[in-house]
């Protein structure tokens, strides 16, 4: 059959009925430790022949006839079974794979996916539902019921194509997405256009606030591939990192343990805007608090950010993916200052409790203020290293065996 042939019905029951259906997998890669992190499962048809009719070719075909539904269930344990042979080779890795929210339109597939989970004794985070922000428009309450319990099994949930859409954001707001995936389209404008770029960082900044996971796809070429580390992104697949694979060279790109070079700079200036938060949501706070009247005050609950110094956002990327830098002078000077500037934010709320006033508690703002400059200071400074390395890192990179570019040589 040659693929760009009429696709019928029939046609796609009887590619079902001899398991000609299989999974492609494209990687993801981590931008924090620049280690493969798992992958997006791709439908492919295989003929006898082994030629490969792509989806664009049958999928909206599958879609607009419901037979998506048939597809889906039919190639579900193919997925659980590849996935059970990936976690053997590393438990770390996550599978996400694409469904229409036909998929969920009863609680058949739901039952499926919890019973094989139960059955092959997968953890549940080492599967990812993908969904188009389109199929959540066209959702309704039905069938956002029917994948809750999957997020409740410790399945995430990635809304696919954010920012292609009109009601991205609305439709955010409504479901428990775990990650967004940027649109490829938005990802290959972004170095032609300061809107696109705009979007793309504000994006991730948004999606960094929400605790959402963002990947980039359809990312195409180096310069697309720094912007995004520059900008704070996490996770990517596209092209550059590699196509997708059948399962036994997808084992073996694993297998090959490549990093990724780049340090994860757009970390740092995320953790900068973050502690500059912390401290106007804190001092706004402890303000308008001590403004009020006594009797007022004692009704009032003060609205405080995590006040623990290993529990705001600063403090979280600290002890975790800020360990990349943990050689740096800065870095190392860092977690002083910033312990004691949560210390004073904890006297401050201590104060407000007690009926200071604004004037008793502005000795203990100023000393807030400047132990934030002392924390911004070596963020910045970090910044500044970290990016002069990053590109220097690059231009040995560029030249590595491992390199894509040079592995497609």
């Known amino acids: 059959m040659n693929h760009q042939m009429t696709i019928s019905k029939e046609d796609i029951l009887d590619a079902i009925t001899k398991d000609e259906f299989v999974f492609y997998y494209q990687p993801k890669v981590s931008l924090v430790t620049g280690k493969v992190i798992g992958a997006e499962a791709l439908i492919r048809w295989v003929k006898p022949d082994l030629t490969v009719i792509p989806p664009s070719a049958f999928i909206p075909f599958a879609e607009a006839t419901s037979l998506i539904t048939n597809i889906t269930r039919h190639m579900f344990p193919k997925l659980v079974s590849d996935t059970m042979v990936l976690m053997d080779i590393d438990s770390s890795l996550s599978i996400s794979f694409n469904t229409s929210a036909k998929d969920f339109e ?3 597939f739901t039952r499926q996916i919890l019973c094989a989970l139960e059955a092959s004794q997968l953890d549940g985070h080492s599967l990812q539902v993908e969904l188009t922000e389109t199929a959540t428009l066209e959702a309704g ?16 949930l990635a809304m696919d194509d954010f920012g292609k859409g009109y009601s991205s954001l609305d439709t955010l707001s409504k479901w428990p997405f775990s990650t967004i995936k940027l649109d490829q389209g938005i990802v290959s404008r972004m170095l032609e256009s300061s809107k696109n770029a705009t979007i793309v960082e504000n994006s991730i900044r948004m999606a960094h606030e929400l605790g959402i996971s963002v990947v980039a796809e359809g990312v195409e070429n180096n310069d697309q591939y720094q912007q995004l580390l520059e900008m704070g992104c996490t996770k990517i697949q596209g092209y550059w990192i590699s196509k997708p694979l059948p399962l036994s060279q997808f084992i073996s790109f694993v297998e090959a343990d490549i990093r990724w070079s780049g340090l994860p700079i757009g970390l740092i200036h995320m953790a900068i805007m973050d502690h500059v938060q912390w401290r106007k949501h804190l001092v706004s ?6 403004s009020l009247p006594q009797d007022v005050r004692r009704l009032r609950y003060i609205d405080t950010p995590a006040m623990g110094c290993t529990d705001c956002r600063l403090g979280k990327w600290f002890y975790d993916a800020g360990q990349v830098f943990k050689d740096r002078h800065a870095f190392q000077q860092l977690e002083k200052p910033h312990c004691d500037f949560h210390n004073v934010g904890q006297e401050l709320v201590r104060l407000v409790g007690s009926g200071a006033s ?9 000393e807030l203020s400047s132990l934030s400059m002392v924390v911004l200071g070596h963020l910045q400074t970090l ?3 970290g990016l002069m390395d ?7 990179w560029v030249e590595h065996a491992l390199h894509p570019e040079n592995l497609r040589a």
């Open 106 to 108: 009863d609680e058949v």
């Open 285 to 290: 706070e402890v303000v308008k608090t001590a």
């Open 141 to 156: 309450d039905k069938i956002k019921a029917n994948i809750m319990p999957l997020r409740q099994a410790g399945l995430g």
């Open 383 to 385: 910044e500044n290293e």
């Open 390 to 396: 990053m590109h220097a890192a690059h231009r040995e």
């Open 358 to 366: 604004i004037e008793m508690l502005t000795p203990k703002l100023s």
